[in-house]
């Protein structure tokens, strides 16, 4: 059954850096565009970055742009992300996912989701 884990998440000070982990199991994820998306409490969830299947094409919220960065390594079914310069606007649950459709800012088109990993950012 295919699967995606994310790891990495945590309490950190504005100003700082978190690296989150998705590991993916189940089948391989070479042929996917991956994301991440973020859902803070009261609001609705949100696109983050993508990354398509070669690591070749990247796209980030303009909140995040600069300060964020996708990476990908289909050997090892594996896709992280850099955060850094947090901001307490930043805290919220990260959710990784995958899509068979190309790189999408819309959650519509992925079907694999992970559980998420709580990322809390104090002022």
């Known amino acids: 059954q295919a699967q995606l884990v994310e790891s990495g998440g945590g309490l950190v000070q504005a100003g700082g850096s978190l690296r989150l982990s998705c590991a993916a199991s189940?089948?391989?994820?070479?042929?996917?565009?991956m994301a991440w998306f973020r859902q803070a409490p009261g609001k609705e969830r949100e696109f983050v970055a993508t990354?398509?299947?070669?690591?070749?094409?990247?796209s980030y919220a303009g909140s995040v742009e600069g300060r964020f960065v996708i990476s990908r390594d289909n050997a090892k079914n594996t896709v992280w992300l850099q955060m850094n310069s947090l901001k307490p606007e930043d805290t919220a649950v990260y959710y990784c996912?995958?899509?068979?459709?190309?790189?999408?800012?819309?959650?519509?088109?992925?079907?694999?989701w992970g559980q998420g990993t709580q990322v809390t950012v104090s002022s």
């Open positions: 996912a995958a899509s068979p459709y190309g790189s999408q800012l819309t959650a519509l088109f992925y079907n694999y």
């Open positions: 189940g089948r391989t994820f070479s042929n996917y565009a």
């Open positions: 990354i398509s299947w070669s690591g070749g094409s990247t």
